[in-house]
């Protein structure tokens, strides 16, 4: 193998998702002679994005003042809130909690602002190289980090050097901003290797899904902000839905549930459409079209959750290190105030050195300090944490306990002596039929010769152990229909159909062996969402 | 010699393509948008011919708005050594693209223009033997193979009966059909070189252009939705529900 090509910048942001593109930027604007580079995975910036979104304009003030006159493509000032508990055919109005009142705030496209975000951070002279995925680490022969390699491309399902074979070359920068969202799999070796999450509980996740429609006329109304709880899920199931009315006859729906879930059988994908169905959600809907879906996992794991954010020669942001905060159901404001804070941070003393101090002293993780205890609350059950998340709320997080929060992969229950409850759902008939109907509208390429990018590291546990204890959960958890049991002469073989993936890392979290890998395939695969 | 090779913006070959309510064409807000495939395909060949020596320079053109320059630095990073765009907020039809490149190929002497076979958006396939005509030289169209051989060039075409091997003489026009190659992948650094290779603009006015429209597109309309199945006990009932439905 030849020598790697290599070429060296002052600053490697890994993701162009709002913490990275807010990274870059404000290290622009403070010191424009650095060469920053942003390595996007996805074929064009944004297209790997999915989010409600309902955004606090917050930090676009800061980072970009004069915003509002230049707006991103999809910004729709909130009008109004409401919140409804929903049983299969009833619903009810709740009190808006006030973590989730949004006067104030936009409902935006975070694709559609991620790519506006990008040309601003290519005005500035940022280098944005989106098709190009960051599969590895480079360290230095310190062992700090130093830059990332860029994956190979042309490689054949079985290893082999395609005629248009060519080699990933080695970015080379004393500072690497990982700012890759959820789960981001450099993110994970790291947090392994420097070993980040020592003091920290687990990470832990909830698994979103959405759909952008076009709706019948006069069905939308521009600036309606509905989140809905209880029915299709249990009590004991944490999740709901947001629908969120867009202009030009457009609503953004989706549906976001725990990855602590407990029933082996629970299909979240079938959840989401169940949702779709209740009358409330089907008038809305009937008649209209859909113009892009897909999911994406949600860190949800908070203060107690958060790791350590800084390693020699790297730091964490945004998602990647985890956030997001939960009752606000909101995560852009805080990735892009970490965004701009690691900036300002490696503007001012170029090193990454003092930068978990300074966030842990910021409003980023005041905020999640605030909020802690309210997403653990749940645990046991939709009532007991609904109550417990008012004390909190009204005490603004000032008692002086902190629950703690536990792993996802270690919640599904095994079949063996579970019983699942009683779920009313109803034979629905909006589209999408299935899982399969629905990734088409993802719009997801891979690449069918290359190597799979869903790495099993046991392989013989799928057809024994998983299939008596769990009865491979991943053929149900996959909002993309990535993973099938095919009968294989008598046994049943894992098939996994990884040209479907949409890159949630749903897989990767919630297997109950965590033995399923996800790493970057080819540069440029994955979904081409739009608008979401 | 010089190759010139013709690139399109188009949606995206992954992009699910949905008309616009109204019927007045094709959605394409927040749609990726790319190098028409068989542009790539184009510029592709064109590059391996420079590459084998058999060309010095080549050249990248599009007529379209400014957003028409992402693509033609697309082209310079595959490869190419310098753009042209030629500016026009309006959608050309293919005797009016032609018309554009025969006035650049006035400007540019080539000695072989290579163009996709069709644009993957309007599915025309007009503009290779368009631009032929007006510019008085040979063409060869849906080619799979090429090869170049001094003032002549050996072509392989593919056609109904099987592959048509043909000899022209250069100047001339090949449209490339899908088999002809498979495009490189771009190298990061090669990004960064294309911001630095010359891109010129050029406007209708400055080539003497007039573009006028031979066809006028009345609406868009969607495939018609596929309507719900249904499941049918034994051949008894698909008779009868066939019958119903006046299909028997």
Same mark, same amino acid.
């Given at each position: 193998m030849t020598a790697r090509e290599i070429m060296e910048y002052d600053v490697i942001v890994v993701g162009a998702g709002p913490a990275g593109l807010s990274c870059a930027i404000r290290l622009k604007q403070a010191k424009p002679e650095l060469m920053i580079a942003v390595i996007e995975k996805a074929s064009e910036v944004g297209a790997h994005i999915l989010s409600g979104a309902v955004i606090e304009p917050g930090p676009l003030d800061d980072l970009l003042p004069g915003w509002r006159d230049d707006p991103p493509p999809v910004c729709i000032p909130v009008e109004k809130d409401e919140i409804w508990l929903?049983?299969?055919?009833?619903?009810?109005?709740?009190?808006?909690?006030?973590?989730?009142?949004?006067?104030?705030?936009?409902?935006?496209?975070?694709?559609?602002?991620?790519?506006?975000?990008?040309?601003?951070?290519?005005?500035?002279?940022?280098?944005?190289?989106?098709?190009?995925?960051?599969?590895?680490?480079?360290?230095?022969?310190?062992?700090?980090?130093?830059?990332?390699?860029?994956?190979?491309?042309?490689?054949?399902?079985?290893?082999?050097?395609?005629?248009?074979?060519?080699?990933?070359?080695?970015?080379?920068?004393?500072?690497?901003?990982?700012?890759?969202?959820?789960?981001?799999?450099?993110?994970?070796?790291?947090?392994?290797?420097?070993?980040?999450?020592?003091?920290?509980?687990?990470?832990?996740?909830?698994?979103?899904?959405?759909?952008?429609?076009?709706?019948?006329?006069?069905?939308?109304?521009?600036?309606?902000?509905?989140?809905?709880a209880g029915w299709p899920l249990d009590g004991n199931t944490y999740g709901g839905s947001f629908i969120y009315h867009l202009d030009k006859d457009r609503i953004a729906i989706g549906f976001v549930c725990g990855l602590d879930y407990q029933d082996p059988e629970f299909v979240p994908?079938?959840?989401?459409?169940?949702?779709?169905?209740?009358?409330?959600?089907?008038?809305?809907?009937?008649?209209?079209?859909?113009?892009s879906s897909g999911a994406r996992a949600i860190v949800e794991g908070g203060y107690q959750s958060l790791p350590k954010t800084e390693m020699p020669g790297a730091l964490i942001i945004g998602d990647s290190a985890g956030t997001l905060n939960v009752p606000k159901i909101k995560g852009t404001h805080q990735a892009m105030r970490c965004g701009i804070l690691a900036a300002d941070h490696v503007a001012q003393t170029s090193a990454v050195e003092g930068f978990d101090a300074r966030l842990r002293d910021s409003e980023v993780v005041r905020e999640l300090y605030k909020v802690r205890n309210i997403r653990p609350a749940f645990y046991n059950g939709f009532w007991r944490g609904f109550i417990r998340a008012a004390i909190e709320t009204v005490t603004a997080g000032k008692l002086p306990t902190t629950l703690s929060v536990h792993a996802d992969d270690s919640s599904l229950q095994k079949l063996a002596g579970y019983t699942a409850p009683d779920r009313q759902w109803v034979d629905r008939d909006l589209p999408p039929r299935d899982r399969l109907a629905s990734v088409y509208f993802a719009a997801t390429e891979h690449d069918e010769d290359q190597p799979v990018h869903l790495q099993i590291l046991e392989p013989d546990i799928c057809s024994t152990r998983c299939v008596e204890e769990y009865n491979n959960p991943c053929t149900r958890f996959c909002p993309a229909h990535v993973y099938e049991m095919v009968e294989d002469g008598g046994s049943r073989q894992l098939q996994i159909n990884a040209a479907n993936c949409v890159h949630c890392k749903t897989c990767d979290i919630k297997d109950p062996y965590q033995i399923i890998n996800w790493v970057t395939p080819e540069g440029g695969s994955g979904p081409n969402y739009q608008n979401m | 010699m010089k190759i010139l090779v013709g690139i399109k913006r188009v949606v995206d070959y992954n992009v699910r393509i949905r008309v616009l309510p109204d019927g007045s064409g094709v959605d394409t807000d927040g749609v990726k948008m790319s190098v028409n495939p068989f542009d790539e395909i184009?510029?592709?060949?064109?590059?391996?011919?420079?590459?084998?020596?058999?060309?010095?320079? *080549? %050249?990248?053109?599009?007529?379209?708005? @400014?957003?028409?320059?992402? &693509?033609?630095?697309?082209? /310079? =990073?595959?490869?190419? !050594?310098?753009?042209?765009?030629?500016?026009?907020?309006?959608?050309?039809?293919?005797?009016?693209?032609?018309?554009?490149?025969?006035?650049?190929?006035?400007?540019?002497?080539?000695?072989? *223009? %290579?163009?996709?076979?069709?644009?993957? @958006?309007?599915?025309?396939? &007009?503009?290779?033997?368009? /631009? =032929?005509?007006?510019? !008085?030289?040979?063409?060869?169209?849906?080619?799979?193979?090429?090869?170049?051989?001094?003032?002549?060039?050996?072509?392989?075409?593919?056609?109904?009966?099987?592959?048509?091997?043909?000899?022209?003489?250069?100047?001339?026009?090949?449209?490339?059909?899908?088999?002809?190659?498979?495009?490189?992948?771009?190298?990061?650094?090669?990004?960064?070189?294309?911001?630095?290779?010359?891109?010129?603009?050029?406007?209708?006015?400055?080539?003497?252009?007039?573009?006028t429209d031979q066809i006028a597109v009345s609406h868009f309309t969607p495939p018609p939705q596929r309507e719900k199945g249904i499941i049918v006990e034994d051949t008894a009932q698909l008779v009868q529900e066939l019958k119903n439905r006046g299909l028997l």
């Amino acid at each position: 193998m030849t020598a790697r090509e290599i070429m060296e910048y002052d600053v490697i942001v890994v993701g162009a998702g709002p913490a990275g593109l807010s990274c870059a930027i404000r290290l622009k604007q403070a010191k424009p002679e650095l060469m920053i580079a942003v390595i996007e995975k996805a074929s064009e910036v944004g297209a790997h994005i999915l989010s409600g979104a309902v955004i606090e304009p917050g930090p676009l003030d800061d980072l970009l003042p004069g915003w509002r006159d230049d707006p991103p493509p999809v910004c729709i000032p909130v009008e109004k809130d409401e919140i409804w508990l929903l049983s299969q055919k009833g619903k009810r109005r709740l009190p808006t909690p006030p973590q989730q009142k949004n006067h104030g705030n936009f409902i935006v496209s975070l694709g559609a602002m991620c790519a506006w975000l990008a040309s601003k951070a290519e005005a500035l002279e940022v280098d944005i190289f989106p098709g190009y995925a960051a599969a590895e680490i480079r360290f230095t022969p310190e062992g700090a980090v130093g830059g990332v390699i860029i994956g190979d491309m042309g490689i054949g399902r079985d290893g082999r050097q395609k005629d248009t074979y060519m080699q990933g070359i080695e970015i080379h920068a004393p500072i690497t901003i990982l700012s890759e969202g959820v789960r981001g799999h450099l993110s994970k070796q790291l947090i392994k290797k420097f070993d980040l999450d020592r003091d920290s509980d687990p990470q832990t996740y909830g698994i979103g899904m959405k759909e952008l429609w076009r709706v019948q006329p006069g069905k939308s109304k521009p600036g309606l902000v509905q989140h809905t709880a209880g029915w299709p899920l249990d009590g004991n199931t944490y999740g709901g839905s947001f629908i969120y009315h867009l202009d030009k006859d457009r609503i953004a729906i989706g549906f976001v549930c725990g990855l602590d879930y407990q029933d082996p059988e629970f299909v979240p994908f079938e959840a989401f459409q169940q949702m779709k169905n209740h009358p409330m959600v089907h008038e809305m809907l009937e008649g209209g079209e859909i113009l892009s879906s897909g999911a994406r996992a949600i860190v949800e794991g908070g203060y107690q959750s958060l790791p350590k954010t800084e390693m020699p020669g790297a730091l964490i942001i945004g998602d990647s290190a985890g956030t997001l905060n939960v009752p606000k159901i909101k995560g852009t404001h805080q990735a892009m105030r970490c965004g701009i804070l690691a900036a300002d941070h490696v503007a001012q003393t170029s090193a990454v050195e003092g930068f978990d101090a300074r966030l842990r002293d910021s409003e980023v993780v005041r905020e999640l300090y605030k909020v802690r205890n309210i997403r653990p609350a749940f645990y046991n059950g939709f009532w007991r944490g609904f109550i417990r998340a008012a004390i909190e709320t009204v005490t603004a997080g000032k008692l002086p306990t902190t629950l703690s929060v536990h792993a996802d992969d270690s919640s599904l229950q095994k079949l063996a002596g579970y019983t699942a409850p009683d779920r009313q759902w109803v034979d629905r008939d909006l589209p999408p039929r299935d899982r399969l109907a629905s990734v088409y509208f993802a719009a997801t390429e891979h690449d069918e010769d290359q190597p799979v990018h869903l790495q099993i590291l046991e392989p013989d546990i799928c057809s024994t152990r998983c299939v008596e204890e769990y009865n491979n959960p991943c053929t149900r958890f996959c909002p993309a229909h990535v993973y099938e049991m095919v009968e294989d002469g008598g046994s049943r073989q894992l098939q996994i159909n990884a040209a479907n993936c949409v890159h949630c890392k749903t897989c990767d979290i919630k297997d109950p062996y965590q033995i399923i890998n996800w790493v970057t395939p080819e540069g440029g695969s994955g979904p081409n969402y739009q608008n979401m | 010699m010089k190759i010139l090779v013709g690139i399109k913006r188009v949606v995206d070959y992954n992009v699910r393509i949905r008309v616009l309510p109204d019927g007045s064409g094709v959605d394409t807000d927040g749609v990726k948008m790319s190098v028409n495939p068989f542009d790539e395909i184009a510029l592709e060949e064109a590059l391996r011919i420079k590459e084998a020596g058999k060309a010095d320079e *080549v %050249i990248v053109v599009s007529a379209g708005g @400014d957003e028409c320059q992402q &693509q033609l630095r697309t082209g /310079l =990073a595959m490869g190419a !050594d310098r753009a042209i765009q030629v500016q026009t907020s309006e959608a050309l039809q293919p005797l009016s693209v032609a018309r554009v490149f025969q006035k650049v190929i006035e400007r540019e002497d080539p000695g072989l *223009v %290579i163009l996709g076979k069709q644009a993957i @958006d309007d599915d025309n396939s &007009q503009t290779a033997q368009m /631009l =032929a005509a007006l510019w !008085d030289r040979p063409q060869a169209t849906f080619a799979s193979s090429m090869e170049i051989n001094g003032e002549s060039a050996t072509i392989i075409r593919e056609v109904d009966a099987g592959l048509e091997t043909i000899e022209i003489d250069l100047p001339a026009v090949v449209s490339v059909d899908l088999r002809m190659n498979e495009p490189r992948f771009v190298k990061l650094p090669d990004i960064m070189k294309a911001k630095r290779k010359p891109l010129e603009v050029l406007s209708l006015e400055d080539l003497g252009v007039a573009v006028t429209d031979q066809i006028a597109v009345s609406h868009f309309t969607p495939p018609p939705q596929r309507e719900k199945g249904i499941i049918v006990e034994d051949t008894a009932q698909l008779v009868q529900e066939l019958k119903n439905r006046g299909l028997l």
